[in-house]
């Protein structure tokens, strides 16, 4: 608790642009985030007043980063889960737990664990050569596949995030390449999809949840580029079913805080993707565009407030995130000067990165009543600061 304010403390666990957000959202609260930080440099640090530097793989700087706040939680998923589950039996109110977010952070055991709850997933299995590999392929084939079910879809076990960790395998000999590298795999079968779909719900120690509007992301090179709300075309009932679905996993694998469910929309329905366990990028258009951002609902759950209002606060609202561009050209400040002389609209979030080619150094965001209209002024908004041209 913060003897000046009264008011509590909430560490959140790495300095990257989900923890810079997160403390603006915390301002509002009366409270300025704790943020532990590999580096002064990065994007939280740069903003938030109470900054701790180290790293979160060393127990002791978790352990004293700890004291004194109320509440403890991630903008990563990468804390080993054994010092996460020591904090907690030291008393530390640390959210996620270690027994949730191990599902986030290992794929093998997300998999084992959605399968045996009946959750809509790939056929996939764990495999250690070339010919487990092959053998899945021959089991997978179906339409969309050659005859003998290639290609597949292998994932690292660990570690991976914005297309890191996946391969999409064509043949055997891309198979042996993969398995020589020594990295732990699943491989999954190609799901044929219509589109990408995310669902995000946020869940409190007491139980309360709350679901948001089911969005379309947009994916190129692995990495999410847009994201639509609401997801359009999108019937209420498949809507209602990923909401659901999101908020059964919330509820099944005790998640305190946000968990976004990365889905595959299919001809036959819904299939489950991959699960994060913090504010994610599917849910960046909140700020603007829901009543309730993600960055305060997922303080408000991992504080054990209330629930804040969902709802959407327009009818079409286009988020597009702004990657860096080739260095040189007119600098980001002349860019913005045009952008928002252009389309005074557009809101702009930018996270004090380094630039460099394909990053992720922000986003923007649109709202309106045309989701085409609205989906174009988001686009061409980004393309400009990336870019510095239509």
Not at 30 to 53: F, H, Y
Request: charged share 20%; proline share 5%; net charge negative.
């Amino acid at each position: 608790m913060d003897t000046r304010t009264g008011l509590p403390v909430v560490g959140m666990v790495g300095g990257g642009q989900l923890a810079r957000m997160t403390h603006q959202a915390a301002i509002a609260l009366g409270q300025s985030l704790r943020v532990l930080s590999e580096s002064p440099d990065d994007s939280a640090a740069l903003v938030a007043a109470d900054v701790r530097i180290g790293t979160h793989t060393d127990l002791a700087a978790l352990r004293e980063f700890a004291k004194g706040c109320d509440a403890v939680t991630f903008d990563h998923e990468h804390v080993p889960n054994e010092h996460i589950a020591a904090l907690a039996a030291e008393g530390v109110k640390i959210y996620p737990g270690a027994d949730a977010i191990r599902y986030a952070q290992d794929k093998r055991q997300m998999r084992e664990r959605l399968s045996a709850l009946g959750a809509p997933v790939p056929r996939w299995r764990p495999v250690t050569s070339v010919e487990d590999i092959t053998a899945f392929a021959a089991s997978a084939a179906g339409p969309g596949s050659s005859g003998e079910g290639w290609p597949v879809v292998a994932k690292a076990v660990r570690g991976g995030y914005d297309g890191r960790g996946v391969w999409m395998l064509d043949d055997a000999a891309a198979a042996a390449e993969l398995v020589a590298t020594g990295t732990e795999l699943i491989v999954e079968e190609r799901v044929p999809l219509r589109r990408e779909l995310a669902a995000l719900v946020a869940r409190s120690p007491f139980g309360q949840v709350a679901a948001y509007p089911v969005v379309e992301t947009v994916q190129r090179d692995g990495i999410c580029v847009e994201v639509l709300a609401p997801a359009p075309g999108l019937s209420e009932e498949l809507a209602v079913e990923a909401q659901q679905l999101a908020i059964d996993l919330a509820n099944a694998l005790g998640v305190v805080g946000l968990l976004a469910v990365e889905l595959f929309e299919t001809e036959s329905g819904i299939v489950v993707n991959e699960l994060a366990m913090r504010p994610h990028n599917s849910g960046h258009w909140t700020i603007e565009g829901a009543r309730t951002s993600q960055f305060e609902q997922h303080l408000r759950a991992v504080l054990d407030y209330p629930m804040g209002e969902t709802s959407l606060a327009a009818p079409a609202v286009v988020m597009a995130n702004v990657l860096g561009g080739e260095p040189g050209g007119m600098s980001i400040d002349e860019r913005l000067h045009h952008l928002f002389a252009a389309d005074p609209g557009a809101r702009v979030h930018l996270y004090g990165k380094q630039v460099r080619p394909g990053r992720k150094i922000g986003h923007v965001t649109v709202l309106g009543d045309d989701m085409t209209a609205v989906r174009a002024r988001a686009v061409r908004a980004a393309r400009w600061l990336q870019e510095g041209k239509e």
